[in-house]
C-alpha cells in the first residue's frame, strides 16, 4: 500500500460516510457527521502537509495548477463543513447544506483521482509513494484529534 492507494481508499470510505449521514436521523446523523468533519479535516491537512509539497517542487505550468486548485477545493470544504457544524439539525436548511457539501466533496475527490493522482504518480519514485503513507497517517490521526476536541 502506498500513499495515493490509501487516498482513493479514504475518498470511497467517505463517500459510504455521507450516504450513512444522509440515511441516519438525530443523535447518531450529529455524531457521524462530527467524525466525518474531524476525519476529512485530517486527511486534507496530511495532503497539504505531507504530499502536495513534495510534488510541488517537481511541478510546474499546469501540473502544478492542478495541485494549487486541490488545496482550493480543500478550503471550500472546509467552509461548508462549518456551515453545516453551526447549523442545528433541527433547521430545515441542514440537509440542503449537507448536499451542497456532498457536491463539493464529491467534485474535489474525484478531480483529485483523475488529475492530480496521475501527475503525483508521474512525479514522485515509488519508494518515496511507499515512504510518505507513514508520515500522511501520523499527520491525519494529530490533526482529527486536534478538531475533535474543538468540536
Ligand atoms: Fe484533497
Ligand atoms: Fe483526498
Do not use: C, R
Not at 447549523?87 to 475527490?109: C, G, I, Q, R, Y
Not at 488529475?115 to 491525519?140: R, S
Request: proline share 2%.
Amino acid at each position: 500500500m502506498n500513499v495515493l492507494e490509501h487516498i482513493k481508499e479514504e475518498h470511497t470510505k467517505y463517500k459510504k460516510q455521507i450516504t450513512a449521514i444522509e440515511e441516519a436521523s438525530g443523535k447518531k446523523k450529529q455524531e457521524l457527521f462530527v467524525d466525518l468533519y474531524a476525519s476529512i479535516h485530517g486527511h486534507h491537512e496530511a495532503e497539504e502537509k505531507v504530499l502536495f509539497p513534495k510534488v510541488k517542487e517537481k511541478v510546474d505550468g499546469e501540473d502544478k495548477e492542478v495541485v494549487l486548485e486541490m488545496e482550493e477545493e480543500h478550503s471550500l470544504g472546509s467552509y461548508q463543513f462549518s456551515v453545516v457544524h453551526k447549523t442545528f439539525l433541527e433547521n430545515e436548511t441542514w440537509d440542503a447544506k449537507l448536499s451542497v457539501l456532498k457536491e463539493v466533496l464529491e467534485h474535489h475527490m474525484d478531480e483529485e483521482e483523475k488529475e492530480f493522482i496521475p501527475i503525483a504518480k508521474k512525479v514522485l519514485p515509488k519508494e518515496m509513494q511507499e515512504e510518505l503513507l507513514e508520515e500522511f497517517e501520523k499527520v491525519l490521526e494529530e490533526e482529527k484529534a486536534t478538531l475533535l476536541k474543538k468540536l
